[in-house]
T-cell receptor, first 114, second 119 residues
Framework: DAGVIQSPRHEVTEMGQEVTLRCKPI?????LFWYRQTMMRGLELLIY????????DSGMPEDRFSAKMPNASFSTLKIQPSEPRDSAVYFC????????????FGSGTRLTVV | AQTVTQSQPEMSVQEAETVTLSCTYD???????LFWYKQPPSRQMILVIR??????QNATENRFSVNFQKAAKSFSLKISDSQLGDTAMYFC????????????????FGKGTKLSVKP
């Protein structure tokens, strides 16, 4: 298995533009998580899905952020419009249901909003 | 709410020596899981070791072992025979057990400890 695949690896965009981050979880994993990592706040959970259904989006900072999981093999995190304070590394992770054995993380997308 | 505290922002160790990273957590849950993740400069998050709270035996994975003290809510990571490739950020993480009919627990991370292994 290729692991959790995220794209793009780096994204530089101008303030006000729409940004879409993509994630392909490990086949057979039925939970998917989006995390954001910054120096100030560390790793924060934004949203997670079980069986493609959003369960908890309380970590999504504001309405500019949205996430979808149209099927078991694909998820997107969209920021519209983007702002400089959104600059961070965004991780996608997947796990078997209940996550007892830990999550498998993708390599992350470094987003820079200028 | 659960919290995870790593009190050592940075540590260094000589190659081949042993180092221990500290982690404490706060929870009222009785069933939960604890993890250590490694994040090297490549930024990939790699699971190092996990511990189930209801198991008294400390987990071990090759050169990595933990000292789990449930009553003290402490979960330290010991790295033996440190290698240059162990240089990374290390994150301690907590996850509560899913309650019957409830929502899944999420991984809650500490702020991390930056470990440098010196030749």
């Amino acid at each position: 298995d290729a692991g959790v695949i995220q794209s793009p690896r780096h994204e530089v965009t101008e303030m006000g533009q729409e940004v879409t981050l993509r994630c392909k979880p490990i086949s057979g994993h039925n939970s998917l998580f989006w995390y954001r990592q910054t120096m100030m706040r560390g790793l924060e959970l934004l949203i997670y899905f079980n069986n493609n259904v959003p369960i908890d989006d309380s970590g999504m900072p504001e309405d500019r952020f949205s996430a979808k999981m149209p099927n078991a093999s694909f998820s997107t995190l969209k920021i519209q419009p983007s702002e400089p304070r959104d600059s961070a590394v965004y991780f996608c992770a997947s796990s078997f249901y209940r996550g007892r054995y830990g999550y498998t993380f993708g390599s992350g997308t470094r987003l820079t909003v200028v | 709410a659960q919290t995870v505290t790593q009190s050592q922002p940075e540590m260094s160790v000589q190659e081949a020596e042993t180092v221990t990273l500290s982690c404490t957590y706060d929870t009222s849950e009785s069933n939960y899981y604890l993890f250590w993740y490694k994040q090297p400069p490549s930024r990939q998050m790699i699971l190092v070791i996990r511990q189930e709270a209801y198991k008294q035996q400390n987990a071990t994975e090759n050169r990595f072992s933990v000292n789990f003290q449930k009553a003290a809510k402490s979960f330290s990571l010991k790295i033996s025979d440190s290698q240059l490739g162990d240089t990374a950020m290390y994150f301690c993480a907590f996850m509560k057990e899913k309650d019957y009919g409830g929502s899944q627990g999420n991984l809650i991370f500490g702020k991390g400890t930056k470990l440098s292994v010196k030749p």
